[in-house]
């Protein structure tokens, strides 16, 4: 039997126990995300990942919402404050604002301002191909608290990904602005068959730059990804990615000297099972131990869509996950009444199948991320992208790899489907 992670009772009430370190803050003096006694009863939203426009800089051709240029229908300024007031009722602490570029929208020092204003936490995730030195000052003016850089690979790889020359040296100017001004900086990367076997230059590259937080993810099929299946890691090569995060992690440990911050490897929700680095690669080094404990889509978390258009998780595909827009309910009321939204807050372990279903974790894990099981075989409930399900299946001598089957229909955060087709283990 597994004793990797001891297993805790099912709760299976509005809100189920979730590690504090699964949404744990990227700041050690301002951990707004981090979990507290009262949170543990009622489903709110504390973070909330604002997409604030999809007007974009950069022709990323791995984008999950396919951005470009501004959607039709973007809500006003007016409409977004709007929504804020709501956050703050709901009990939101920390809006990460993204886009497309949401520096490209003219009023996001505004928005940043009114929610710094209001008492959240706000932080913004970008390509930073134009975060320049005016308007990381003037960001921090308003009130942004940290900047969360993408950086997928080395230059040669990232820029192939970013499909722009040059987009890498951008980004590394883009940190370095940001640690100017005194912001928070943190670092996102996907990982694909790009740059799987750069983690570790890159990793160095970040620890000069200062970064604090390197956030981990795969690559997973949602929009333009999803045309890249060439691209995308099959599940059985998860292992090695985790392993070397783990030892990358393990090294930036054993050579922090105690004062400051130490550079932290977090793994993203859809990287992972329950193998033997799962507390390593998911905990913050200031803030115990963590490990996965099941999606928090629509119990702490929350998307919000350029259009007014509300998720539970703002990777979620949005065909199936539209939980309905701002502009026909108050975001209160989305909370609380829609049922797309409150998907995992409700559901039960009736929706797991295949190997998930069968699993020793399965009442903690339940599947693993939503998004990342739903675009890549069409619902939820069965993961292929799990540490501990590769090493269960490597000792039968088999391992799965992905086989496309069906093309994405080129909608913003649309996905296509695969099958799991079974060979032999080959090292």
């Not at 030195?133 to 790889?157: H, P, Q, T, Y």
């Not at 694909?192 to 620890?207: F, G, Q, S």
């Not at 045309?227 to 090569?237: I, M, S, V």
């Not at 080129?410 to 087709?421: N, S």
Request: glycine content about 10%.
């Amino acid at each position: 039997m597994p004793s990797i992670v001891a297993k805790e009772p099912t709760d299976r009430q509005a809100a189920r126990r979730v590690d504090p370190s699964i949404l744990g803050s990227m700041s050690e003096r301002s951990p707004v995300r981090q979990l507290r006694a009262d949170d543990q009863t009622t489903a709110k939203p504390i973070y909330v990942v604002w997409e604030i426009t999809m007007k974009c800089d950069q022709p990323c051709q791995h984008c999950g919402s396919r951005a470009g240029r501004a959607r039709p229908s973007e809500l006003t300024t007016a409409e977004i404050l709007d929504v804020a007031r709501g956050l703050v009722r709901l009990g939101t602490r920390e809006v990460t604002l993204i886009g497309g570029e949401a520096y490209l929208r003219e009023d996001c020092a505004d928005i940043i301002r009114f929610l710094t204003d209001k008492g959240i936490r706000v932080s913004m995730q970008t390509g930073g191909r134009a975060f320049t030195i005016e308007r990381a000052r003037k960001f921090k003016d308003a009130g942004l608290d940290s900047l969360g850089v993408s950086i997928d690979g080395l230059a040669r790889s990232h820029d192939k990904l970013r499909g722009n020359l040059g987009s890498y040296s951008a980004c590394m100017r883009a940190i370095d602005n940001a640690r100017e001004v005194g912001l928070v900086v943190t670092a996102n990367t996907q990982v694909n068959k790009l740059n799987m076997n750069e983690l570790r230059p890159l990793a160095e590259e970040l620890k000069k730059r200062g970064v604090q937080v390197w956030q981990v993810q795969l690559t997973g099929p949602l929009g333009r990804a999803a045309d890249r299946a060439e691209w995308l890691l099959d599940p059985w090569e998860v292992v090695p990615v985790i392993d070397t995060l783990a030892a990358i992690q393990l090294e930036s440990q054993a050579a922090w000297d105690g004062t400051g911050i130490p550079f932290n490897v977090l793994a993203n929700n859809n990287l992972g099972y329950f193998g033997p680095h799962e507390q390593l690669v998911r905990s913050r080094p200031l803030g115990g131990d963590a490990h996965w404990s099941g999606c928090p889509a629509g119990i702490f978390t929350m998307g919000i869509e350029s259009d007014g258009t509300v998720k539970a998780c703002p990777t979620l595909p949005t065909e199936p996950y539209d939980g309905g827009n701002v502009r026909d309910m108050t975001i209160e009321g989305l909370w609380q009444m829609s049922q797309v939204i409150r998907f995992a807050r409700d559901r039960t372990l009736e929706e797991l199948w295949g190997f998930c279903k069968t699993c020793y974790y399965a009442d903690q894990c339940r599947g693993g991320c939503s998004w990342m099981a739903h675009t890549t075989l069409g619902k939820r409930g069965n993961n292929p992208f799990c540490y501990h399900r590769v090493i269960q299946l490597k000792k039968k001598g088999v391992r799965e790899k992905l086989v496309p089957v069906e093309a994405a229909p080129q909608r913003p955060y649309d996905f296509g489907r695969f099958e799991i087709k079974e060979e032999p283990w080959s090292d």
